[in-house]
């Protein structure tokens, strides 16, 4: 079974930055619409930002606009979240997802996922 492999979780600093990677544990899997969500102790697991195949359409949490970036590179098969101006409210364990459904912002609409890796902000 194929499966996603996040990296680059760390701890921050309020105001801080980190790269988080995606990349299919298959090179063989092409990886498709993909998306990140994020999961705080005690909550649901929450939509983040989500790319098209192309990497033409992005779409992005309010709480998120303007500080975080997703990209894609098809040709290493990865897809990379870049976080500036980090937030405590960041906190949490970040998930990547391949997108097999319609609805790029509901859990259900994505098939595969990573394993997560933890984001940290203090403040």
């Known amino acids: 079974q194929v499966q996603l492999v996040e990296s680059g979780g760390g701890l921050v600093q309020a105001g801080g930055s980190l790269s988080l990677s995606c990349a299919a544990s298959?090179?063989?899997?092409?990886?498709?619409?993909m998306g990140w969500f994020r999961q705080a102790p005690g909550k649901e697991r929450e939509f983040v930002v989500a790319?098209?195949?192309?990497?033409?359409?992005?779409y992005y949490a309010d709480s998120v606009k303007g500080r975080f970036t997703i990209s894609r590179d098809n040709a290493k098969n990865t897809v990379t979240l870049q976080m500036n101006s980090l937030k405590p409210e960041d906190t949490g364990v970040y998930y990547c997802?391949?997108?097999?459904?319609?609805?790029?912002?509901?859990?259900?609409?994505?098939?595969?996922w990573g394993q997560g890796t933890q984001v940290t902000v203090s403040s």
């Open positions: 997802g391949a997108r097999l459904g319609t609805d790029y912002y509901r859990v259900s609409s994505y098939g595969y």
């Open positions: 790319i098209s195949w192309t990497g033409d359409n992005t």
């Open positions: 298959d090179p063989t899997f092409r990886v498709g619409d």
